[in-house]
């Protein structure tokens, strides 16, 4: 790969670039995962790693550069490069623009009606509607929303979900509808992007199938980040680490940079000193040429000449001190500019790796005397400027973009971040807080600024930095408002976080009903993060100040969000008091949509205690009072819940209407998180009914719906159904896989109690293959979470399912001893909380336990002991009216 690179004449060093050597191995890896995708029609990922200036880009570039050369089946490629502080999901937007051929300055309504008319070719006008409403988001495009996309507005995950499961299938529709080569998508400088990036990101590359090769370049602190990016056993995904050049390698290198000073002039000397110190980085080899430049020791012969030459002045090496590490070379180039050129530098560097003319002009008009009279000639200032921003783009520190965020403007980028960095550092405190006062009054006056989360927050932090606390809260608060909006919940979390913790600093307070909202959006975002404890607390400083205000409504909502988190967590006692406290203060305040929100949470509160008497009641009260009030998606949601009453009650006639009723509802209004849910039931109904492979069917199609939403949560859920419903079918090997899967998808989100139901299940799957040891284990850990999390009828069921296991494995004496333990522990549990109908399962399952021992045979007191358990069972079922032989024992775990 010693091939010279062709330059264009005349445009100097800043145009030159190392040549690509010492990296054919890493090239044939790139080239065999396009093959793959190509040959094989599946996807492939290759992540390329390496430290600043090692050569990812450069690589991947010539990589491209030489696969659209093949001819036939050329790959379309679409690239995209993350920028630090840039805006939520930034690196993916740009990956659209070029997909779409969207340029800067282009119309909106022309860039509307391109994307359409793409988006209907590739996908052959199916739901155009809905693709294109979630790619305008990322594309800051409004287009008109659907029934489907107003269902989900209300629920920031379930938007979240949806917008994942669309951008993949527009991505696999547009690879397989490509017609010649393969899709390739580049992802540059990922140690930049978001976190909502990334996720979105790793979702695609964990879920595609099509035909799509991923590219993503990015400095190795990103793993860090994303400490599961490479599955394991994925053979799909390779990671490409560039190792610094040889010493040959780089002396290749530095020869080709020296082109200029002509074949017939030694640079030994030259190339000697820059491969000692560069360290084999490709870009600190450039940046020495570049230093040899700056200092005297090349110099340009001619500016105009058509054939650059360089004359070289060896005398001099010996007075530059030629830097160490990237560092020093960094400040090799800052000592080579003039006083004025270096504050001007310092001044972009306070606004960020991307900064305007006009916030340029802002601080260079700090303490300046006005003009009696604004003319053009008091615009002088700003010609000075724009000649000086002009000379150091052509010296390679900075760029200055085609067009800007801010119309009117003039942006620009700084080439090399070390540098930004470097003039951020020797800007002294006190000058640069005043520079960010001028920045943030400056900010405050764009439009645009308040419509988009990265530039609120910006404008926050050049707030917090000026030292104004106070009007950087609001701001931060007004950029978490944005993002919570846009469904940018980690950056949403983080801006609530720094805004809330500012106005407690500075001890103000802005509107109270304001600071309430954000605290309830702040737990909002938390739970839907799943950091449980931190919601938790946002939600009882919520009740705490509301109780100060005397605002029931907002204390009732702080309550009842406290009771979900507690009864998610599986503890029901605590969830009961605030649920109770929380459908008081609605009822004082006459908030009907809060009653009938609280009575259904109640309501699925006893459900999941066994009370089904109570279920019921507070179920159909809380739909009654939801049809009065005419939400459908709440109307739904009741259905659902009275569905579980009835059918754990074994009324299945009565549960399949309520399960149907709300699958139409959530079919007709969009609802796709839903629909998933309400199949799901569906099945657990043919379970209980013993109509396996009908159940197995719906179980199929919910799967497939949750994995178009990308709820993971359901996904485990159904995998976990999956699961146990080919062990009834006897297919014991399918169902650990399928359960396997459940459990570690389960343990990566920390969803514990699906955890313990994929846990359970696969001890159940161990029992049926005769491996005892397993089932026991598995059954056991799975009692142990229950009572992590503290759910009664969990622990229970578990319980029931660890004797019978035990019992199984054992072979009498003291296994039938601990079987017997178990199984009285989960009827004692039952009897407490009043759950017959599980206390019923559980009686007989103990009476069943008896019959099977060998005292049996010959012990009086085994055989009444048994009569009388599986009497009182049969007795049970009987007055619940349910068969004791046509109830699943397993319809609580199955349906959620």
């Not at 060896?314 to 070379?329: F, N, Q, S, Y």
């Not at 606390?469 to 950056?491: C, F, G, I, M, T």
């Not at 009641?617 to 009065?628: N, W």
């Amino acid at each position: 790969m010693a091939d010279r690179p062709s330059f264009a004449p005349g445009f100097g060093v800043s145009e030159r670039r190392a040549t690509l050597v010492g990296r054919q191995a890493d090239m044939n890896e790139l080239e065999d995962a396009l093959r793959a995708v190509r040959d094989k029609g599946t996807p492939r990922i290759v992540t390329v790693l390496g430290a600043t200036g090692i050569g990812k880009t450069r690589l991947v570039r010539d990589f491209l550069v030489k696969m659209r050369g093949l001819g036939e089946k050329t790959p379309r490629v679409f690239r995209g490069s993350a920028r630090d502080h840039g805006p939520s999901y930034g690196v993916f937007a740009r990956v659209l623009r070029a997909r779409f051929g969207i340029v800067e300055g282009m119309d909106a309504e022309v860039a509307k009606a391109q994307i359409r008319a793409q988006c209907a070719e590739v996908l052959e006008d199916r739901k155009v509607g809905d693709v294109i409403y979630f790619l305008g988001q990322i594309l800051e495009l409004a287009f008109q929303d659907s029934p489907l996309i107003r269902a989900v507005l209300a629920d920031p995950q379930e938007a979240l979900r949806l917008r994942r499961a669309v951008i993949k299938r527009f991505f696999e529709a547009d690879a397989l509808a490509g017609g010649g080569g393969p899709l390739v998508l580049v992802f540059d400088d990922l140690h930049w992007a978001r976190d909502d990036s990334l996720e979105l990101l790793a979702y695609l590359i964990e879920n595609v199938t099509a035909p799509i090769l991923f590219v993503c370049i990015a400095r190795p602190e990103v793993m860090a980040r994303r400490d599961a990016w490479v599955k394991a056993d994925d053979g799909r995904h390779q990671i490409i680490e560039l190792s610094p050049l040889s010493e040959t390698d780089a002396s290749a290198v530095m020869q080709d940079l020296l082109a200029p000073c002509g074949d017939d002039v030694d640079v030994d000397e030259l190339i000697d000193a820059a491969c000692t110190l560069a360290g084999g980085n490709p870009a600190l080899l450039e940046q020495m040429v570049r230093i040899f430049l700056d200092m005297g020791v090349l110099e340009v012969e001619d500016e105009l000449a058509e054939q650059e030459r360089w004359r070289v002045h060896a005398d001099k090496l010996g007075t530059v001190r030629l830097p160490l590490t990237i560092e020093d070379a960094v400040q090799a180039r800052i000592a080579s500019l003039a006083p004025e050129e270096r504050e001007l530098l310092e001044r972009a560097a306070v606004m960020g790796g991307v900064f305007w003319l006009g916030g340029l002009v802002a601080i260079a008009r700090l303490g300046t005397q006005s003009p009696e009279i604004w003319s053009k000639g008091a615009l002088l200032d700003t010609v000075t400027l724009r000649e000086r921003l002009e000379e150091l783009a052509q010296r390679d520190y900075i760029l200055k973009l085609p067009d800007s965020t801010f119309a009117g403007d003039e942006e620009y980028v700084f080439k090399h971040n070390l540098e930004r960095e470097a003039f951020a550092k020797i800007t002294p405190t006190a000058i640069a807080r005043r520079y960010h006062a001028a920045v943030g009054d400056w900010l405050s006056f764009k439009e645009y600024v308040r419509t988009h989360e990265e530039y609120v927050a910006m404008l926050a932090r050049h707030r917090e930095k000026a030292g104004s606390k106070w009007q950087a809260a609001s701001a931060y608060l007004e950029a978490a408002d944005v993002a919570r909006s846009r469904y940018a919940n980690a950056k949403a979390a983080e801006y609530y976080a720094t805004g809330l913790a500012l106005l407690g600093e500075v001890g103000a307070e802005v509107d109270p009903n304001a600071r309430l909202l954000a605290l309830h959006h702040y737990g909002d975002v938390l739970q839907a993060l799943g950091r449980t404890e931190d919601a938790l607390k946002a939600f009882r400083e919520m009740l705490g100040r509301s109780y100060k205000l005397d605002q029931r409504t907002k204390g009732g909502a702080a309550h009842g969000r406290i009771g979900r988190l507690y009864r998610d967590t599986g503890d029901l006692e605590e969830a009961s008091r605030h649920l109770d406290a929380a459908l008081l203060l609605f009822e004082e305040a006459k908030d009907e949509r809060g009653i009938a929100s609280t009575v259904d949470d109640i309501g699925k509160l006893h459900w999941l205690r066994g009370d089904y008497h109570k279920a019921l009641e507070y179920t159909q009260r809380a739909l009654a009072m939801r049809r009065k009030i005419g939400d459908r998606r709440s109307i739904a949601l009741s259905l659902n819940n009275l569905g579980l009453v009835y059918q754990d009650s074994g009324q299945y006639v009565q549960a399949l209407d309520a399960f149907e009723q709300a699958l139409r509802i959530r079919r007709e209004i969009g609802d796709l998180v839903g629909v998933s849910i309400s199949l799901n039931n569906l099945g657990t109904v043919a379970q209980d009914q013993r109509d396996d492979k009908r159940a197995l069917k719906l179980f199929q199609e919910a799967y497939e719906v949750a994995l178009e939403t990308g709820d993971r949560n359901r996904i485990a859920l159904v995998l976990t159904n999956l699961g146990e419903t080919h062990n009834r079918l006897g297919d014991a090997s399918a169902a650990v896989n399928f359960l396997k899967q459940a459990e570690e998808l389960a343990d990566e989100l920390g969803d514990k109690m699906g955890l313990a139901e994929a846990v359970r299940g696969l001890g159940k799957a161990y029992l049926a293959q005769r491996e005892y040891t397993k089932a026991r284990e598995c059954t056991a850990r799975a009692v142990e979470i229950f009572g992590e999390v503290q759910s009664k009828v969990h622990m229970g069921v578990a319980l029931r399912s660890l004797g019978e296991v035990t019992a199984a494995a054992s072979a009498g004496g003291e296994g039938i001893k601990n079987a017997r333990g178990y199984l009285l522990k989960a009827i004692k549990i039952f009897e407490e909380i009043g759950n017959e109908v599980e206390l019923a399962r559980s009686c007989r399952a103990y009476a069943d336990l008896l019959r099977n021992t060998a005292e049996y045979a010959t012990d009086p007191n085994i055989i009444r002991e048994a009569a009388t358990y599986a009497k009182r069972a049969e007795e049970i079922f009987a007055r619940l009216k349910i068969s004791a032989f046509g109830l699943e024992p397993d319809a609580f775990f199955a349906a959620r």
